[in-house]
């Protein structure tokens, strides 16, 4: 069966950006004049996707606005002959069809996917968490549907990763079947270093065959107090195969605040408005130990 819904667990607090998370959602702090959730959803746009399901919660009214049509915007856009601009804002809104399931407490991952399960329904569904910008010639996801299609499996997109920071991932064991395919043979949450089953992090891209939704039902809270998706796929585990992929790409970790600098930094380098002044200006700094 092809893959042709997403969903976007987008309900968290954003504490780490507060104060500006306060009352704006992370997920449209902007990378340059762009928020970061729509880099995201057009990745998976890219990948083929025709639906996407965003799991929201309170405060959240600003996603929604963003890829909804703005009326007002576009006819003062019109009347002021700003077709550039006109054409960008109505992109925005007619890019896919979205859908909105309200996640009522944020409970960890596994419980946001579940809250979307009435929609999924039965058949397989692809993850993504805002915080991860993939920039690859082929979008991830289109990288991990193709393998989906091999292997008919749940899939977790990994990447290699210093030991000493597997507190802040899920961590994989597994056994490479063939380039950058690994079948998963175990997964802990947030590990210790020194108890992390290898160097291959779990990061913000998911395909989950239906039957999760079985499995997170059954999952107690873990890392955090929370429903850990990592828990339910470990469960998963003993009635299905799981394979996990170590895509091709960089990715940009915007759910920290050095993370979301270094990819302002490294995308406002690349626009061709901007790039050449900002370049110049960064090479103008006094870069000295203070």
Same mark, same amino acid.
């Given at each position: ?185 175990? /997964?802990?949450?947030?590990? &210790?270093? +020194?108890?992390?089953?290898? =160097? $291959?992090?779990?990061?913000? *891209?998911?395909? #989950? ?51 979301? /600098?270094?990819?302002?930094? &490294?995308? +406002?380098?690349?626009?061709? =408005? $901007?790039?050449?002044?900002? *370049?110049?200006? #960064? ?8």
């Amino acid at each position: 069966m092809p893959i042709r819904k997403a969903v976007f667990p987008v309900a968290g607090l954003g504490t780490r950006f507060l104060p500006a998370t306060k009352a704006l959602p992370k997920e449209m702090l902007p990378l340059v004049d762009k928020p970061v959730i729509q880099y995201v959803i057009e990745e998976a746009v890219a990948s083929g996707l025709e639906n996407i399901i965003l799991v929201t919660g309170r405060r959240k009214n600003a996603i929604e606005d963003h890829f909804d049509c703005s009326y007002e915007l576009e006819k003062t856009l019109e009347a002021r002959g700003r077709t550039d601009l006109l054409k960008q804002v109505r992109s925005i809104s007619d890019m896919i069809h979205l859908s909105y399931v309200r996640q009522k407490e944020a409970l960890g991952l596994g419980h946001a996917v579940l809250a979307a399960s009435a929609v999924v329904g039965e058949e397989p569904f692809a993850v993504f968490l805002g915080d991860d910008i993939i920039k690859a010639k082929v979008p991830c996801m289109k990288q991990m549907i193709d393998r989906f299609e091999k292997y008919g499996t749940s899939f977790l997109a990994v990447e290699r990763i210093d030991r000493s920071r597997s507190k802040a991932y899920g961590m994989i064991k597994g056994t490479e079947v063939e380039a950058g395919v690994y079948r998963v043979e175990g /997964l802990v949450e947030k590990p &210790e270093p +020194a108890a992390a089953p290898s =160097d $291959l992090a779990i990061i913000g *891209r998911y395909i #989950l065959e239906p039957e999760i939704f079985e499995f997170i039902r059954k999952t107690k809270p873990g890392a955090g107090g929370e429903i850990q998706l990592t828990d339910a796929l470990e469960l998963m585990l003993s009635r299905k195969p799981i394979h996990a992929f170590r895509f091709e790409g960089k990715r940009y970790d915007t759910g920290n605040k050095l993370g979301f /600098l270094k990819a302002t930094v &490294e995308f +406002a380098l690349e626009r061709e =408005d $901007l790039g050449k002044e900002f *370049r110049r200006f #960064l090479a103008g700094l006094d870069l000295g130990s203070s």
